[in-house]
């Protein structure tokens, strides 16, 4: 083996295993230079792992549509939408839990088995349909919020999904890494999650073992919706209201927290604690950028790029590169 062979074989047993938790190492050693005695306060950093707590929920969704080398770019108007009908049914007069119940998680099911049976009857890619969607679903959220904010949310039920747990353990974290272990355990504990690794690797070949692609399909763009839905429940709680423009561009976030957790654009790749490892990499990006007083429209390109560079690197040294897929 050629010494450039050996490099490359390092090299990408190294991204393979540690290229996220060195990401976040570099960005919280950088920050921290920058911003030394604010960055790194306790108050901060729990500040940064609660602002994060909704892209790890929307992120943990879109990694069930990019782990079946798909996508979902809904995500953000299903965040909004749920959020708003939650909301809604609350100011109402309905039952919180009832209400969460309602148009947060059937909700939000709902929509996702509807990005799931568009893409399994059309034969489209799911990228076109969840671009359309992610219009269609925008323009409900403005039509049932009336373009304005919808108020009226129990005090009760932000102190409790906005407030702490124990008084120590902001509940949009809880919630958050509850969700993730749960998803962890269907993907390496469940033949569900074992069946759609194979999808995404090879749906033809998941097909002739036997495997109904189509179900799986449907199952997890549900997921995906079920996660928009409760990271729209978080940002309600936080809030105290509903915005119908929340969740506006998240699906980049979303998107980052995925590939930058190390799931591959390819399909058949992924771990959740990468993904949860990845949404506070996006939750470290903004909050010190802010704190260095960048504006949020380098912020922005800041996220494309990294975007970029992650899938980039996964094609060239990731575990996509040793699978054929060329």
């Known amino acids: 083996m050629s010494d450039v062979a050996k490099k490359k074989r390092d090299f990408s047993y190294y991204w ?24 790194m306060s306790s108050n901060n950093l ?5 602002q994060s707590a909704i892209t790890i929920l929307i992120g943990c969704g879109e990694f069930f549509a990019i782990l079946l080398a798909g996508i979902d770019l809904s995500v ?14 609350m100011a109402a007069g309905i039952n919180p839990w009832l209400a969460v ?5 059937l909700l939000g099911a709902a929509i996702g088995f509807i990005n799931g049976f568009l893409v399994n009857t059309t034969g489209l890619h799911p990228f076109i ?13 403005m039509i049932v919020a009336n373009s304005r904010t919808v108020s009226g949310v129990p005090p009760e039920f932000t ?7 124990w008084g120590v353990l902001p509940m949009p974290i809880v919630i958050s890494l509850c969700m993730a272990g749960l998803l962890f355990f269907i993907t390496m504990k469940t033949q569900f999650g074992r069946n759609l690794f194979a999808i995404g690797g090879n749906p033809q070949s998941a097909w002739y073992a036997g495997i109904n692609v189509k179900r799986h399909i449907l199952l997890a763009f549900i997921i995906s919706g079920i996660c928009a839905g409760l990271a729209g ?11 119908p423009n929340a969740g506006t561009g998240y699906e980049t976030f979303a998107i980052a927290a995925a590939v930058i957790g190390g799931t591959s654009f390819f399909g058949g790749i992924g771990f959740i604690p990468k993904v949860v490892i990845g949404g506070l990499i996006i939750g470290v990006i903004n909050n010190g950028l802010n704190m260095a007083g960048v504006s949020s429209f380098y912020q922005q390109i800041c996220m494309g790029a990294l975007i970029i560079i992650a899938v980039t690197l996964d094609r ?11």
Do not use: H, Q, W
């Open 16 to 39: 393979d295993k540690y290229s996220t938790i060195s990401i976040l190492l570099l960005l919280l050693v950088v920050f921290s230079i920058i911003e030394p005695t604010a960055f």
């Open 46 to 50: 729990i500040k940064i792992v609660e």
């Open 76 to 89: 953000g108007s299903v965040m909004a939408l749920t959020g708003v009908c939650t909301a809604k049914l």
């Open 101 to 105: 119940l309602l148009g947060t998680l």
């Open 129 to 141: 349909i969840t671009i359309g969607t992610l219009s269609i679903f925008r323009g409900i959220t």
């Open 159 to 165: 102190r409790f999904v906005g407030g702490k747990l």
């Open 233 to 243: 429940l978080v940002n309600v709680a936080r809030l105290g209201a509903a915005e």
């Open 316 to 326: 060239y040294f990731g575990a996509s590169s040793k699978v054929g897929i060329k």
